[in-house]
C-alpha cells in the first residue's frame, strides 16, 4: 500500500504543474479512462483540441520531470 501511495503522491506531484484545464484532461483520459469525445462534451473543448492539449500537458510534464532529475543529480 505505500508504493501505491508513494506513486499517486508522485502523480499528483507532476499533474500540479499543470494549469487547471491542462490537469483536468489528464485526469479524464488518462486516469479515468474517458473517450476524447466523453471529455469533449463534459468540458466543452473541442473534440479537435483534446488530442494537441493533452500533448502538450504530457509534455510539460516530462520537462517537469527531466528538471527534477537534473537538480537532483547535478
Avoid: F
Avoid at 506531484?13 to 466523453?38: F, I, K, N, Q, T
Amino acid at each position: 500500500a505505500t508504493e501505491v501511495t508513494a506513486q499517486r503522491e508522485e502523480v499528483d506531484h507532476w499533474l500540479a504543474c499543470l494549469p487547471e484545464d491542462d490537469r483536468r484532461l489528464v485526469l479524464m483520459h488518462d486516469l479515468e479512462g474517458h473517450s476524447y469525445s466523453e471529455i469533449a462534451k463534459a468540458t466543452g473543448i473541442p473534440i479537435n483540441s483534446i488530442g494537441p492539449r493533452l500533448s502538450r500537458a504530457r509534455a510539460a510534464i516530462r520537462q517537469a520531470r527531466q528538471a527534477d532529475d537534473n537538480a537532483a543529480t547535478g
